[in-house]
């Protein structure tokens, strides 16, 4: 066999085995980026990493968040809850004055400086009334109930998942949105590949405008059986400016 035969006759026995190899090279070029396994997957383990006795649904405890705002004195909030029976308490500490509000199943009561009653300049200068209330409530159960929320009814949780650098370390990311009368803004969810521990987390109210903040989490505290994210330092999406800093205690 010459050697020209033989050239065409081994490229055509090896030319089907190039097509994967250069679908390969191709999204290695242009940094294709997602992973194999799908969001339930990952999601699933990043719940078994901060609720592994899923304590989350009985959740019946209490914690404290000082957060640090630039040009603000510190907020100490008390965070009560009791699930079960659907109790909810938000005891706040700021600038020498304190409010609390007390939602029970679904009644909801309101203190100032200890005195139930108070000044409708009191309430509007202090945000006092029980839609407030209830949006508190929201807030702190959905950001410290991370990533179980992400199970709740409403979310709507894209399964493909991305993996991506954010601040140089590389993290599988799950993209969340929800039903329209649960929620308008997009979520992205950043899990450390190997832990699936959450260490960032990421919204826009329309993403084509780069608006919305960016979380990073750090260290964690176990709060009733619960990892929960230690310190959370918020900026903005569009331009990084720094916004301010919660930090968890046990009460």
Not at 47 to 63: C, G, L, Q, V
Not at 110 to 128: P, Q, S, V, Y
Not at 208 to 229: A, F, R, T, V, W
Not at 236 to 244: C, S
Request: charged share 25%; proline share 4%.
């Amino acid at each position: 066999m010459s050697y020209l035969v033989w050239m065409n006759f081994s490229f055509a026995m090896i030319k089907p085995l190039l097509y994967p190899l250069a679908i390969v090279l191709f999204m290695v070029s242009v940094g294709y980026s997602q992973d194999s396994r799908n969001a339930s997957e990952v999601l699933q383990k990043a719940i078994k990493f901060h609720d592994p006795n899923n304590k989350w649904s009985y959740f019946d405890t209490s914690f404290k968040v000082v957060m640090e705002t630039p040009n603000a004195p510190k907020r100490t909030s008390t965070i009560t809850a009791d699930f079960v029976n659907q109790q909810f308490v938000l005891a706040v500490e700021q600038g020498g004055n304190a409010y609390t509000y007390n939602m029970s199943k679904g009644d909801c009561s309101i203190t100032l400086n200890g005195n139930t009653e108070f000044t409708e300049a009191d309430a509007k200068k202090f945000r006092l009334s029980c839609d407030r209330g209830k949006t508190m409530k929201d807030y702190y159960t959905y950001l410290y109930g991370l990533p179980m929320k992400l199970k709740d009814p409403g979310t709507l949780l894209d399964q493909k998942v991305e993996v991506q650098k954010f601040k140089g370390k590389e993290y599988l990311v799950l993209k969340v949105r929800y039903d329209e009368n649960v929620g308008s803004d997009t979520w992205y969810f950043y899990f450390d590949p190997k832990t699936y521990a959450m260490e960032v987390y990421q919204f826009y109210h329309d993403e084509s405008k780069n608006d919305g903040e960016y979380i990073l989490l750090d260290g964690l505290e176990d709060i009733n059986g619960i990892k929960m994210p230690k310190t959370r330092a918020w900026y903005m999406n569009k331009d990084n400016k720094y916004l301010g800093t919660d930090i968890l205690f046990k009460n």
